[in-house]
C-alpha cells in the first residue's frame, strides 16, 4: 500500500523505508547512477537507483516515460549543491530498493513533462493524458477544494442539498434547450434543465426552507464567447428571505472561500445599483478594480455647435460621456487609431479626445482635434469636471446611450489592462435594482433575469408602465466578471399573472408552459428568493485559467462537441425507431454557423 505521496516528501521523512506509486515524469541515466522523477497527484519525487540495487537498477533501465511505477526505497537527504528550492520536495531524495513496473506506456503524443504549446484539440482528444500534467492537477484540486469550501459554508448556514431532475421541462432562462426524445410517449420531449429554477422554487412550496445544489445546467447556445453547452451552478433558494439576506449569505459563502483556499480577504462587497453602474462604468458588470469612470457631460455638450457632440447630447435615448485615462497623454495617434478601430466594434462612429500636456498653460496646454469646435468656457468646464491632470487625456463617447456605454465601458476595461491602471487584485460587488424588463428587437418586453423575478411595485404598476419597473434582482460581480445572480422571486399567482401578461404570455401558454407552478403558488407558497453562482467562472477567476475549458475535466469545443468521445455521433437506426425519431438530412441552410 501507498505510504506516501511522492509531492508530500520532506525533510521530516529522512530515513523513512516508503512506498510510492505514480508515473515515471522523466528518467534520466547519469552515466551509472538512473534518476527518475515519481509523479502523483500531489506532485513529484526524485529517486535514485545506483548499480549496486542490481535488480531495481535493471528494472529502472527499461523505464520510459509514462510507465506506471511502485517503488520502495529510503528517503535521504539530498547531497549538498543537489538540493531544488524550486520543487517542494527538492531537500530530499528516495534511494530506490526496488521497482516494479505496473504498467508500460506508449511514447505520448506530447510530453508531459514540461510545458509545450500543443494545440488544444490534440489535449482534449487525449484529455486523460492532458489531465496528468501538473498545471492541470492543480486546477482539479482547487476546484475540489472550492466546492468542498462552498458546501461547508452551506451546510453551516442550514441548507440542505438536494438533487433536482436532469429529465424535465424546459425552464425559460433565455437560452435554447436540449431536448431529449422520450421512448415512452412517442413524439414528446424532456428538456434538460437551463437551470433548476423551477424545482427549487417548489422546493420552497414544500418548506425545505433553505436548499442548494451543485447543479448541472445546459444550455444550447451559440458558444461564441467562453462559454460551456453544459455547466455548473451552485444553485441557492430560501424561503421568508429578502435581498440583503440572500447578498449576505451568498457574501459570506464568497469571502469563506477566499480566505479558506486563496487566503485572500475580500472585505465588504459594495451595491451599484444598475443605473449608476451603467452610467459610471458603461456596464453592469463593472470591473472596481479599475479607477476610471464615466463622466456624463451631455449638459455642457447641449451648447457647442458641434453635431457629432449636441446631436446625442439633445436626443433623450442619446448620451455624450468623457473617460479620463491617467497618463493617457503619452497614447500615440497610432494607438489612439486602434482604440478608435475597437470602439467602433460596440458601434462607435469616432473617437474623440484631449490630451492634457499642462493645465498651467490653459488652452495652450492642452492638444486636441476637435478644441476649435468647442467654447472655450466649455473646456474650462470639461477640464474641471473630469478632475485631470497634466500627462492625462480625456476620450469621449457621443451617440446612443447603449452605444456610449458598450464602447467607453469595454474601453475602459482595455485600457485599464493596457496602461496597467488596476488598483488591486480583487474587486467584487453586487449590481442591484436592475430594470425587470427590457425591450427586444421586435420591440416586445423580455425580462432581464427570468420571469419569475419579483418586482418592487405591484401588480397594477407593472403592466401599467413595464418599462419603469424594478426588479427585486441582484447580480454578484467579481474582477469585472458576472459570477452570478438571483432574485426574490414572486410567490403570488396575481403578480405572476401580470409579469406573463407583460411578456404577452397568455393564460394558455402560461398553463401549459408552468401550470404547475401557478397551482403551487395557489397553495401558501411563502416568500422567497435565491441566487446561482457560475461555477465554473469563479473556479477560472481563482486559478488565473485562460479559459473556461482549462478548469472542466472534460469539456466541450467551441462547436460543442467532445472529442474524446466522439460525441454527439450518429445512432443505429433501431434506437431511432424505438424513439419513434426520423432524421432528415440537415439541408445547407438549417446548419450552424461556427
Ligand atoms: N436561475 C437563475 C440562473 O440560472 C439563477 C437564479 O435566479 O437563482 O441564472
Known sequence: MRSHYCGDLNESHIGQQIELYGWAHRRRDHGGVIFIDLRDRNGIAQI?????????????????????????????ARPEGTTNDDMPTGQVEVLGKNLEVLNASETPPFPLDGYTDVGEDVRLNYRYLDLRRPEMQEKLILRSKITSSIRNSLDQQGFLDIETPILTRATPEGARDYLVPSRTHPGSFFALPQSPQLFKQLLMVSGIDRYYQVAKCF????????????????????????????????????????TQVMDVDLGDFPKIPYSEAMSRYGSDKPDLR????????????RQVEFKVFNGPANDPEGRV????????????????????????????????YIKVNKLEDGLEGLQSPILKFIPDEIVTQL?????VEDGDLIFFGADSAKIVNEALGQLRVKLGIELELLTKEW???????????????????TSLHHPFTAPTCSPEELVKDPGAALSQAYDVVL???ELGGGSIRIHQAEMQNAVFEVLAIDDEEAQDKFGFLLDALKYGCPPHGGLAIGLDRLVMLMTGASSIREVIAFPKTQTAACVLTSAPSPVEDKQLKELNVRVRKPVEADKPKD
Open 479 to 481: 474582477n469585472g466578471t
Open 48 to 76: 535514485v537507483f545506483d548499480p549496486d540495487t542490481v535488480e531495481a537498477f535493471a528494472q529502472a533501465e527499461r523505464v520510459r516515460s509514462e510507465f506506471v511505477l511502485k517503488i520502495t526505497g529510503l528517503v535521504r
Open 383 to 387: 477640464i474641471e469636471r473630469t478632475e
Open 290 to 301: 479599475n479607477p476610471m469612470e464615466l463622466v456624463d457631460v451631455d449638459d455642457l455638450m
Open 321 to 352: 460621456a468623457a473617460l479620463r485615462v491617467p497618463g493617457g497623454a503619452k497614447l500615440s495617434r497610432k494607438d489612439i487609431d486602434v482604440y478608435t478601430k475597437y470602439v467602433s466594434i460596440y458601434g462607435a462612429r469616432g473617437l474623440a
Open 219 to 258: 444550455r444550447d447556445e451559440d458558444l461564441r464567447a467562453d462559454r460551456q453547452p453544459e455547466f455548473t451552478q451552485i444553485d441557492i433558494e430560501a424561503s421568508f428571505i429578502e435581498e440583503d439576506e440572500v447578498m449576505s449569505i451568498t457574501e459570506k459563502m464568497v469571502r469563506q472561500l477566499f
Open 427 to 445: 474587486a467584487p460587488c453586487w449590481v442591484v435594482d436592475f430594470p425587470m424588463f427590457e425591450k427586444n428587437n421586435d420591440g416586445n418586453w
